[in-house]
């Protein structure tokens, strides 16, 4: 049980790559179809369609969001987030404990900044998994205790028992986690309307979160301190709903 409570550090690696894609443009008989990937930032005709990720509420404004953590101990870190108007992606690690009540927040928005209605098309979420960090061994904060490293493997199953990624939209209207998907029936939930005076904009929470007190259930029970990371991930607007 000491030996549980001790399992120590788990640096969550969020690499949370959000792809803005679906942007259906009509006009007279023709349509484009446009993907806009994570390795590049792709800017679609600004003045009429004009919706990313923010750092803030108020426009399309890029830069870090650092995280808030709960359930943390010396020498932990909330880690930070960069965000471009299309990609989220990891800025420093966040440091998790496998104990109760140990978690990862990290809030920004989704602005609708151009002269159209944005709609939510589809969210899917990525998934997660853990593997053993390498180098050095680690002392535990009594200043005694050792924390060798790992050894084997933590499988997917046992690494989605023991923590969990959930991505709120909407303050909870649309909330997707773990390798979950949602791709029709939004309606007009999380509508961006086109804005009149200044952008409009919903809030957005990515949470990695550790939820299992024991490793009972577990197929293999972890025998040192490891990474969690998140697979890619997206968030598609479109001008019409689905």
């Known amino acids: 049980m000491m030996e549980r409570q001790k399992s120590g550090k788990v640096i969550a690696i969020v690499a949370l790559l959000f792809a803005v894609a679906g942007l259906s443009l009509g006009f007279a008989a023709y349509s484009t179809t446009l993907n806009i990937t994570s390795d590049a930032d792709v800017k679609l005709?600004?003045?009429?369609?004009?919706?990313?990720f923010s750092t803030v509420n108020s426009a399309l404004t890029p830069g870090t969001v650092t995280g808030t953590l709960t359930g943390g101990l010396t020498g932990d870190a909330?880690?930070?987030?960069?965000?471009?108007?299309?990609?989220?992606?990891?800025?420093t690690n966040?440091?998790?404990?496998t104990t109760n009540g140990s978690k990862v927040e990290y809030n920004f928005y989704i602005v609708n900044n151009g002269k159209l209605d944005?709609?939510?098309?589809?969210?899917?979420?990525?998934?997660?998994?853990c593997t053993y960090l390498t180098g050095e061994n680690r002392t535990e904060d009594d200043g005694h205790t050792v924390v060798s490293n790992g050894t084997g493997t933590i499988s997917?199953?046992?690494?989605?028992?023991?923590?969990?990624?959930?991505?709120?939209?909407?303050?909870?209207?649309?909330?997707?986690?773990?390798?979950?998907s949602t791709?029709?029936?939004?309606?007009?939930?999380?509508?961006?309307?086109?804005?009149?005076?200044?952008?409009?904009?919903?809030?957005?929470?990515?949470?990695?979160a550790y939820v299992n007190d024991s490793f009972a259930g577990l197929a293999t029970a972890p025998n040192g301190d490891f990474e969690v990371s998140l697979s890619d991930s997206t968030v598609v607007y479109g001008t019409s709903s689905n």
Do not use: E, H
Not at 78 to 91: E, K, R
Not at 118 to 129: C, D, E, K, Q
């Open 183 to 208: 791709t029709s029936g939004f309606g007009n939930t999380n509508k961006l309307a086109k804005p009149t005076s200044t952008p409009t904009y919903v809030p957005v929470k990515l949470t990695i």
């Open 78 to 91: 909330a880690g930070t987030l960069n965000l471009t108007q299309f990609v989220i992606s990891q800025g």
């Open 156 to 180: 997917d199953t046992d690494c989605r028992a023991m923590f969990t990624a959930t991505l709120d939209i909407g303050n909870g209207a649309t909330t997707q986690t773990n390798g979950t």
């Open 45 to 52: 005709d600004a003045d009429s369609w004009d919706i990313g």
């Open 118 to 129: 944005a709609y939510l098309n589809s969210v899917t979420m990525g998934n997660l998994s």
């Open 94 to 97: 966040a440091t998790l404990r």
